[in-house]
């Protein structure tokens, strides 16, 4: 586990996504872990920035995920697939359905972003990266990185 960082504003927390970006490729899962409000759709859009990709990265509230294509103009080399799992909690198999979203997109060509996906969207990938945001009582929030197999904890020593 790696030592938590500050994020004092939302600011903070979009540019963190953003630095994170860089470190980031194809065949990548990112688990966004965190209460509600926590600030992980924020981050998500940070990291959507740094990956130069199309649309904008908002909650979705009606589909489970949405792929944001490259955008060659900013430089995107790479989808960002996003996904919020919240609601996926209820669901009989939830495995399953995360399994069966038809995206338009494969994992290994994406990098995915999963919000609640702890416990659900694990098994995609043989590595991943678990980042958990928390919230303090004077509204600033604090994320901590932890790089699960693959070459994720040497690729973090290199973090912008
Ligand atoms: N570092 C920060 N300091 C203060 N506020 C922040 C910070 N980062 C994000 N926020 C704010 O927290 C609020 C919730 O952010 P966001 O929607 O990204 O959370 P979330 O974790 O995706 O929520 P949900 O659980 O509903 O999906 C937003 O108003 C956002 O601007
Ligand atoms: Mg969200």
């Known amino acids: 586990m790696s030592d938590a960082v500050r994020l004092p504003t939302p600011a903070d927390t979009y540019d963190f ?26 981050l998500t859009q940070g990291i959507g920035a740094g990956l130069g990709v199309r649309g904008d990265i908002t909650s979705p509230t009606f589909v489970i995920a949405r792929v944001h294509r490259p955008d060659p103009a900013r430089g995107g ?15 009989a198999d939830p495995r399953a359905e995360i399994d069966d979203l038809d995206l338009d997109a494969s ?3 994406s990098v995915t972003v999963v919000e609640w996906g702890e416990g659900l969207a694990e098994h995609l990938t ?6 958990r945001i928390d919230r303090h009582d004077d509204d600033t929030r ?18 912008p």
């Open 17 to 42: 996504g953003r630095r994170l970006a860089q470190v980031l490729r194809p065949g990548d899962l990112v688990l966004l872990t965190g209460p509600l409000g926590a600030g992980k759709t924020a």
């Open 77 to 91: 080399r790479v989808a960002l697939v996003h996904a919020d799992a919240y609601r996926l909690g209820d669901a």
């Open 107 to 109: 994992v290994d060509d």
């Open 126 to 131: 043989d590595a991943h990266l678990r980042i």
């Open 142 to 159: 604090e994320v901590e990185l932890d790089p699960v197999g693959g070459d994720w904890a040497d690729r973090l020593t290199t973090l």
